[in-house]
């Protein structure tokens, strides 16, 4: 039963993470809901009520704490926090939608701090969950009391969150993306949660969902490499909000022109370049909260280390290292990502691709610290070894960019790790394999095994 609970609320956590970072409508939401409904039917199909309550930052059923389920709960918790709730009742007769409708009315930040968290939710239609506190509150000064305690922890638990996860990117432990983007984005609305004009991430979204997660994934990228080049804390989380906002220019593009399928007519490139300069007069703005590096960024982003590229300079001169730093975890991403008008690339090929970037586009020596780190073959890829076998990428060596630490993961009974640097292996990594096409069979049994 307990097990079948954490099921459940795992499963909740994830999909709070997911509708937060995509949308209601994304597959992952709806699969991580259809698997805590299942969950859930099933514990509630022997019991009158499943209750959860809130102790101490901790999901609680009956007298289980479920401490080591700290940081996968967080999501939850957090949110659950938000709005004030510290019992939840999940009732027999629950549907799938109302357990859906129950995740997205915690994500909506709109309706926060709800002492009626109750008739929130009768009025979405969600009779068979109960949400609610344990102690009723009476003053109003109680409940705003109440909600900014709530908030000052949350802002701590997401710093402690995201230094935790940097932390084990650096130790090369597994790390669960879906978490990461997560906490980066609560970190940075927290962040700069008073500036809520400047938080206009939420309109990037919902103007082009791709443009969004690349400046989230821009941002992780640049924290991961400068972190382990050995920047101070400040610096990397400094990088990694220039990173999140050196796209913010294209708000201010039309949707037309960021999604179009085929590539940009000339007249239509001319605008696109503009997300630079239009950038940086939005991040201008809020320089007293954010500091000036955001605006240097995103105005020199497309600048690159020979001085070419744009916007054209009256008097060129080399960018900022923040900029050519975001400028490569930015091409990076973009080889990376499937774009409509283009195929995406594997990881061999975008390393051949910037390596020509090499003192022209890129400083050498900033190109070799980023694939020294990062290396040919980042974490978590999933590759074909010459013969053969089927590996993920464990860890890098710095030392052999090319020969990473390897673990097998297919057929079954080779599985094991094989450092693919070491003196006798004539062993090789022949090509990765796309995690959504070829890879896909495979990744079960990556999950299966971490
Ligand atoms: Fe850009
Ligand atoms: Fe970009």
């Not at 909740?12 to 409904?37: C, M, N, T």
């Not at 930040?109 to 709800?114: L, M, Y």
Request: one cysteine or more; aromatic letters at 8%.
């Amino acid at each position: 039963m307990v097990e079948k609970i954490k099921i459940a609320l795992l499963n909740l956590s994830s999909a709070i993470q997911a509708g937060k970072i995509y949308s209601k409508d994304h597959p992952s939401f709806q699969e991580f809901i259809v698997r805590a409904f299942n969950a859930l039917h099933e514990v509630l199909s022997r019991k009158k009520e499943l209750v959860i309550g809130i102790v101490e930052d901790e999901l609680a059923w009956e007298g289980d704490i479920f401490f080591s389920l700290s940081q996968k709960l967080n999501a939850l918790v957090l949110y659950l926090q938000e709005k004030n709730i510290e019992r939840v009742v999940f009732l027999p007769d629950m549907n799938q939608e109302e357990l859906s409708s129950f995740a997205l009315y915690l994500i909506d930040r709109e309706k926060r701090g709800a002492a009626d968290a109750h008739e929130y939710l009768m009025a979405l239609g969600v009779r068979n969950i109960r949400a609610g506190k344990i102690r009723a509150l009476t003053t109003q000064q109680a409940v705003e009391e109440d909600i900014a305690t709530t908030k000052k922890k949350r802002k701590n638990k997401t710093v402690r969150n995201v230094s935790q996860i940097i932390e084990n990117m650096l130790s090369e432990e597994d790390v669960d993306y879906l978490e990461l983007k997560f906490n980066v984005l609560n970190y940075m609305e927290d962040y700069l949660g008073s500036r809520q004009e400047l938080v206009d991430l939420v309109s990037i979204k919902k103007k082009d969902l791709n443009t969004f997660l690349h400046m989230l994934n821009v941002s992780i990228i640049c924290m991961y490499v400068t972190s382990k080049l050995g920047y101070s804390q400040e610096d990397v989380l400094d990088l990694g909000i220039a990173g999140l906002f050196h796209d913010i220019g294209k708000l201010a593009v039309s949707r037309r022109i960021l999604t179009k399928p085929t590539k940009l007519e000339e007249d239509e490139f001319y605008k696109m370049k503009h997300h630079t300069t239009q950038g940086a007069e939005i991040l201008v703005k809020y320089m007293d909260a954010v500091g000036k590096l955001p605006a240097v960024v995103a105005y020199e982003h497309h600048l690159r280390h020979d001085m070419t590229g744009y916007p054209r300079q009256t008097h060129p001169h080399k960018p900022h290292t923040a900029s050519m730093i975001v400028s490569m975890c930015d091409v990076y991403d973009a080889l990376a990502q499937r774009r409509s008008y283009k195929k995406d690339f594997p990881p061999k090929k975008i390393y051949n691709i910037m390596m020509e970037g090499k003192g022209t586009a890129f400083d050498q020596e900033l190109l070799e610290s980023f694939f020294r780190v990062l290396g040919v073959w980042p974490i978590g890829t999933i590759v074909s070894l010459s013969n053969r076998r089927i590996a993920i990428v464990r860890k890098t060596n710095e030392k052999d960019i090319f020969n990473p630490v390897v673990e097998v993961v297919h057929p079954q009974k080779w599985r094991g790790v094989i450092d693919l640097s070491e003196e006798g292996t004539k062993l090789k990594i022949t090509k990765s394999l796309n995690p959504f096409k070829e890879g896909k069979k495979y990744l079960q049994q990556i999950e299966s095994q971490a």
